[in-house]
């Protein structure tokens, strides 16, 4: 021990020796490791370490402060007791987001039951081959803490009086109010001006300092503002402590919060009295010159009240045609006035002949030419000048000819209520047509029919032989519609390729029937453009008032849902609403509903169904299928929502859905050690509408590092057709140049499938299930799976059977060479997990 002492110090000695110390100058070194003046002087504090679970397994008080306040025992979970659960759980929190978290303010009960302030400082240490250990310190901070404080209220009396004496030396007067406009605070200098104290004037209060013939004006401006949150700058006539009034601008702003939301109104009160009178005698002084500006250039009617002389410029009698010498009587004017405008020339002369005339007015009449008769419109602008007792002086009315810009408002208003492109009523009028006749059938008793029609496939127009000819169909169908309805019918273009007609004559659904029939028959003969046929068909959709709608709204909701019946289930018919339409319009909107909620609470859970060889029973793949998951009623097919499918933002979100779990089970298979062969998931039209579909797949599929070879994308010949073919192809290409199999579902159902198999990079045939079901019993669907088999094989692609459900089946596909097979023989949808079970 000894000369372990000596290695130990000795080099200690040297340094002493070194730097010209005393050797008793060890003394105060051995004070600075065990002196316990050091625990008076040192901040209250614990040292800890704590296991991965937060038990204290030791601790060391470095203070004695510390053990004045608190317990000393920390081990194991009684160190809980002594803070917050908040606080216990706020360390929780920070040690499972880093592993040196910053520095954790706690509150802290003391032996005597009080809290004080303390940090927590810890770090995780982990060690090779040792269990992870969180080293840490609790300080006691409550003195500091408490300095702190004191500063920060020292610091807020000082701002405090900074703002007294700010608003004390203002010449304005400061102001808050609530969010409501409620007068919270107002400056002291408000008191000085009206001798109101500040506190009468908090909330509505103040108004009743304003002049009365301001209130109603500055009210409306002020409630305003308080809706729209846009700044206030009103002026009004304030009463002073004396009784006078002054001219004082307000102004305010509002200051909002994160979101948005008005936090308090913030305001000024300024003396603008010397700048409003300054403004008024500007004023008078401009309306001189405009008037002597507007009568060089306009027909002037001069009108002296005081002398009753009455005056006619020369422009004002070249407008209504007159010599120079006629003579301006109020007799002549009514004659040249349309009998239609003349009570009110008349009335505008007889207030000015009963000193009644307003200091300024405006009318516009209809006028014919002295000279050639030519009837003509003429707005005339009047202003007038009085005493100070409030009698007239003087009247000058300004005269303009505005027969052309009555003229293009004509034009204009007809833009604005018809289709520029079929010269028809647009939705606007036709709609406020329908709103009239409804309130008069409500008065009247009458009854009156109603029809909307679509041109069926007016799109696929469109796409094939371009928008000119689109607009020729429209047009064309406008004119045939137009010239089969009753004389007392109102027809109208309603937006896109909807038309509508409202028709008093058809009353009766019978009347609706047989008029339907009519233009039906209308439209069987094809529209020629530019020597090209255009065959067209219409779905119509009727209703009657009284019977079907009581109301505007109503009927036409009725009729709406008809045509949708049209449209469902044929097209080229006239559907009558019935009541069952309106509850399966209901059905639709709960599926709509039920898909949103699938989606917003991920209840979408996809159902692998194998593809196996049918000779071997080897499963070769799965089609990842629909289903969501109620949470009361269970697992529901894809049918349960059918009418969302026809929603396009609902589908592509759905589709979203799908592609993430499938990539995450298909990720979780290849890390179990199971290989699922080629999964393959559904694309509808509206998937690759919506955004960069390939990418969107390629993504996935990279970020779980999952070979594009082992997934498939399948999709009916539906997306081939429309206006965003190319879009759908370049899509396709490109997955399949990234080694994603393509593959077409429903295969034998559609048309131009030939074409399309030439144009898009398919790789696999999946035959339909309706010439499987009937393959054992009907020789035509034997020939055409035959056919596929061949067709497919020729081509070098894959044909996979689709609802194989029977032995005898399977015998007829494979003996026609389609080894592949999908049905519920082979396997039914399962989830992921039953899947996975099966395969262990």
């Not at 029609?453 to 000119?468: A, E, F, Q, Y």
């Not at 859905?657 to 080629?678: E, I, N, S, T």
């Not at 790789?763 to 088999?789: M, P, T, Y």
């Not at 049905?823 to 395969?839: E, F, H, I, K, T």
Request: proline share 4%; glycine share 8%; charged share 25%.
């Amino acid at each position: 021990m000894d000369r372990f002492a000596d290695r130990r110090f000795g080099g200690f000695a040297s340094e002493l020796a070194q730097d010209g110390l005393e050797w008793d100058a060890f003394h105060y070194r051995n004070e600075l490791l065990f002196s316990p003046v050091f625990q008076r002087v040192s901040p209250p504090l614990i040292r800890w370490i704590a296991d991965s679970r937060g038990r204290v397994l030791s601790r060391e008080i470095a203070s004695e402060l510390f053990a004045r306040h608190f317990y000393s025992d920390m081990t194991g979970n009684s160190w809980r007791a002594m803070l917050d659960r908040r606080d216990c759980k706020a360390l929780a929190d920070a040690a499972k987001q880093s592993s040196r978290p910053g520095p954790i303010p706690v509150r802290m009960r003391t032996v005597s039951g009080e809290t004080r302030s303390g940090i927590v400082r810890m770090t995780l240490v982990m060690e090779p081959d040792e269990a992870p250990l969180w080293y840490g310190t609790l300080e006691d901070i409550d003195e500091r803490h408490d300095r702190d404080r004191r500063a920060l209220a020292d610091a807020l009396a000082e701002s405090r009086q900074h703002y007294r004496w700010s608003v004390e030396l203002n010449p304005q007067v400061p102001w808050t109010a609530a969010p409501n406009g409620a007068i919270e605070e107002i400056g002291p200098r408000w008191q000085d001006l009206t001798g109101m104290a500040p506190v009468q004037a908090q909330g509505v209060g103040w108004i009743d300092a304003l002049h009365p013939d301001d209130v109603e004006r500055t009210m409306a401006i002020w409630s305003k503002r308080l809706r729209s949150g846009d700044p206030v700058d009103v002026d009004y006539r304030l009463r002073l402590a004396d009784g006078s009034y002054r001219w004082m601008r307000s102004r305010a702003s509002a200051r909002r919060d994160a979101k948005g939301r008005i936090v308090r109104w913030y305001g000024t009160l300024e003396d603008i009295h010397a700048q409003k009178l300054a403004q008024r005698e500007l004023a008078d002084s401009e309306e001189r010159f405009r008037l002597a500006v507007q009568s060089a250039r306009l027909g002037i009617w001069d009108f002296d009240a005081v002398a009753g002389t009455r005056t006619w410029s020369r422009e004002f009698r070249s407008m209504l045609g007159l010599s120079d010498t006629e003579p301006a009587t109020s007799e002549l004017a009514l004659r040249l006035v349309h009998p239609e405008d003349r009570s009110r020339l008349a009335a505008m002369l007889d207030a000015v002949a009963s000193d009644r005339m307003p200091p300024h007015f405006e009318a516009t009449l209809r006028v014919y030419r002295a000279d050639t008769g030519a009837l003509r419109w003429i707005k005339s602008v009047g202003w007038s000048s009085f005493s100070d007792s409030g009698r007239p002086l003087r009247v000058i009315v300004t005269f303009q000819d505005v027969t052309e810009e009555r003229s293009s408002e004509e034009r204009i208003r007809w833009a604005a209520t018809h289709d520029p492109m079929t010269r028809m009523p647009n939705r606007a009028l036709w709609q406020a047509t329908l709103d009239d006749m409804t309130e008069q059938a409500r008065r009247t008793g009458e009854s009156f029919g109603l029809i909307l029609v679509d041109i069926d496939d007016l799109k696929r127009t469109n796409d094939m032989l371009g928008h000119d000819a689109g607009d020729a169909l429209l047009c064309g169908f406008a004119q045939r519609f137009a010239s089969c309805a009753p004389a007392d019918a109102m027809v109208g273009r309603l937006g896109g390729d909807e038309f509508g007609m409202i028709a008093p004559s058809l009353a009766s659904c019978a009347a609706l029937a047989e008029w339907s029939a009519e233009l039906l028959g209308g439209v069987r003969a094809p529209y020629v453009h530019n020597g090209r046929s255009l065959d067209y068909g219409i779905s119509m959709g009727g209703a009657v008032f009284g019977e079907h709608g009581n109301d505007a709204a109503e009927l036409l909701k009725a009729a709406d849902l008809a045509l949708y019946a049209s449209k469902s289930s044929g097209r080229g018919r006239l559907t009558l609403f019935q009541s069952q339409l309106r509850a399966e319009a209901q059905q639709r909107s709960s599926m709509i509903h039920m898909a949103r909620q699938a989606i917003a609470d991920d209840l979408v859970v996809p159902y692998y169904q194998p593809k196996s060889d049918m000779k071997t029973g080897r499963i070769l793949g799965y089609e990842a299928l629909l289903r969501w998951q109620h949470p009361r009623t269970g697992v529901h097919a894809p049918d349960s929502i059918a009418a969302a499918f026809d929603n396009a933002e609902i589908a592509v979100e759905l589709t979203e859905k799908m592609l993430a779990k499938v990539v995450r089970d298909v990720d979780r298979w290849l890390r179990a050690g199971y290989d699922p062969g080629r999964v393959a998931i559904n694309a509808s039209a509206a998937d690759f509408m919506q955004h960069d579909f390939a990418g969107y797949v390629l993504d996935h599929l990279a970020r779980c590092a999952i070979p594009p070879q082992r997934f498939e994308v399948e999709v009916t010949e539906t997306v081939f057709l429309g206006r965003g073919a190319e879009q759908v192809e370049r899509a396709l290409h490109r997955l399949s140049a990234a080694g994603v199999r393509i593959a077409l579902d429903d295969f034998g159902t559609g048309y131009a499938s030939l074409s399309h198999l030439k144009q898009y990079p398919v790789d696999v045939l999946k035959i339909d299930r309706s010439f499987i079901n009937n393959i054992e019993q009907d020789a035509g669907d034997a020939v055409i799976v035959d056919a596929i088999v061949k067709l497919g094989s020729s081509l070098g692609m894959e044909v996979v059977a689709e609802g194989v459900e029977t032995p005898g089946q399977v015998d007829l596909l494979i003996a026609r060479g389609c080894t592949i097979g999908q049905g519920y023989l082979m396997g039914r949808p399962r989830p992921w997990a039953a899947v996975r079970s099966q395969a262990a």
